[in-house]
């Protein structure tokens, strides 16, 4: 994937994770990051469960923006805390 998809699904994928959790969006920088660890986080997540969910932009922002959730979850569990 080179880096404007990459850049675009990370923002989308960090977006879409601060309106499903119930909170606004982190600002682009802010989505951008979330969106990008919560890739690594979901595609890891997607390995280890031995999930495969195919090549093209749409499996990416899906495992991205499902990574970003438990990114954001577990961010604000652990502020709460």
Do not use: E, N, S
Request: aromatic share 6%.
């Amino acid at each position: 994937m080179d880096i404007l998809a990459f850049l675009i699904v990370g923002i989308v994928a960090g977006w879409l994770a601060g309106v499903l959790v119930k909170g606004g969006g982190f600002g682009l920088l802010g989505d951008l990051l979330i969106g990008a660890v919560g890739a690594v986080i979901g595609g890891l997540v997607f390995q280890a469960l031995g999930i495969y969910p195919g090549g093209g932009l749409l499996a990416a922002l899906l495992v991205a923006t499902i990574g970003a959730v438990l990114l954001v979850a577990l961010a604000r569990t652990l502020k709460r805390a």
